[in-house]
């Protein structure tokens, strides 16, 4: 058939006010640029450095790989809509029970999953300023106000006296990242205790441990989620497999609490949410003990090296507890980000946080993380400081 006028279906007639205000009021999420873009754009070949989306430099998990190898001939199958396997590994792993798990297409679905449960329009959602923009999209959704309180300063931390004086009786979320994306800060444990005492009835503290892993054992007495929620606190904790194990683009995370919490996440989430090559994966990878080990020290070893030479380049960083840093290139960071992608590095600019002269780096293997040095130390006497 030959379409010669216009039908009257064609999407550009679409009445933007049909669409509801909560969907259109979402600020699209700004990824990492994908390596694939970069070479098209900038017509380059050979290697890439990216260093944006604080992915695992070290690839994924090779005990992961190894059990993907067997998932191939089982795709025509619907995965289990239970997560039954990976669901007793994680509740093994962690020491919970299974009904204190809920999985999801990353854990950026059970942030969603949070709003669509707890949240109805006019209910606040109390988060830092700038933090993973998510927690804003999922309270817009719900037709949900956010209440956003800005971090401290010089140190970019949480100012969790702020969000306790910010609660109300229309509180229902709290979200914190600890650590915290993008800044690497963490909250300690006396932090915590005191945004619970204050926390409203009916109101739900979720921390978010997408970057726990880095943490756990180093940070001495971190406030997990997992201590909060054994005390039967109203706290849910977030997971991800997208970082230490090196499975973002599978797609896999995870929520933990109290089964009366957790079953009612469970409610809105859609049968199939979890695919089957992520399961199988996940549930190998959570025993990986090795490579857990190999990517901390990689990361460890990163972060010392990454700030040993903004020091010796003069650049004030944010100490950082994740696989990323923040660094104030005292320049405008876009046309500092531009520069590097002409030398094939991709990093975040701060600016879509509201920190115009900084650079989230997510810390690679050695040989990564000195092609990034090298190039910002090729680039940075071009650029202008930035004034003031
Ligand atoms: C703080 C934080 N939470 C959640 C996520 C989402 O992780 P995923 O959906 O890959 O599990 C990210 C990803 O960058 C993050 O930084």
Not at 352 to 371: E, K, S, Y
């Amino acid at each position: 058939m030959t379409v010669t006028s216009k039908p009257h279906y064609a999407t550009d007639t679409v009445d933007r006010t049909l669409v509801d205000p909560r969907i259109r009021a979402l600020k699209p999420y700004q990824p990492g640029k994908p390596i694939e873009e970069v070479k098209r754009e900038l017509g380059l070949i050979g290697e890439i450095v990216k260093l944006a989306s604080n992915e695992n430099p070290l690839g994924p998990s090779p005990a992961a790989l190894a059990a993907l190898a067997e998932v191939l001939p089982k795709l025509a199958l619907y995965p289990d809509g239970g997560c039954h396997d990976l669901r007793a590994a994680v509740a093994q792993k962690v020491g919970v029970t299974g009904d204190q798990l809920v999985f999801g297409n990353g854990s950026d679905e059970i942030i969603h999953l949070l709003g669509l449960t707890f949240l109805q329009p006019g209910d606040e959602v109390v988060i830092g300023h700038p933090t993973f923009v998510l927690y804003e999209s999922a309270a817009t959704l719900a037709g949900a106000v956010t209440i956003k309180i800005p971090l401290t300063r010089p140190g970019f931390a949480h100012d969790t006296e702020a969000m306790a004086n910010a609660f109300t009786d229309r509180t229902r979320l709290v979200f914190i990242a600890n650590p915290h994306n993008p800044t690497g800060t963490v909250v300690g444990r006396s932090a915590v205790d005191a945004l619970l005492e204050r926390l409203p009835s009916r109101a739900v503290l979720v921390l978010d441990e997408a970057y726990g892993e880095y943490v756990y054992d180093d940070v001495p007495d971190f406030p997990a989620a997992l201590d909060y929620i054994r005390a039967g606190a109203p706290v849910i904790g977030l997971r991800t497999f997208s970082k230490m194990y090196g499975l973002a683009g599978l797609r896999i995370g995870y929520g933990v609490g109290s089964p009366e919490l957790i079953r009612l996440l469970n409610q809105p989430r859609s049968p199939f949410n979890v695919n089957l090559s992520a399961q199988v994966a996940a549930t190998a990878a959570v025993n990986d003990d090795t490579f857990v080990e190999k990517t901390r020290k990689t990361n460890s070893d990163g972060l010392r090296e990454l700030t040993a030479a903004f020091d010796r380049l003069g650049l004030p960083f944010i100490p950082s507890f994740a696989n990323f840093i923040m660094v104030d290139v005292q320049r405008p960071c876009r046309m500092v980000y531009d520069a590097l992608l002409r030398q094939g590095v991709i990093v975040r600019t701060g600016d879509i946080f509201g920190l115009p002269t900084h650079l989230r780096v997510t810390i690679g293997t050695a040989a990564q993380n000195a092609v990034f040095l090298a190039a910002l130390e090729a680039v940075l006497p071009a650029i202008a400081p930035a004034a003031g």
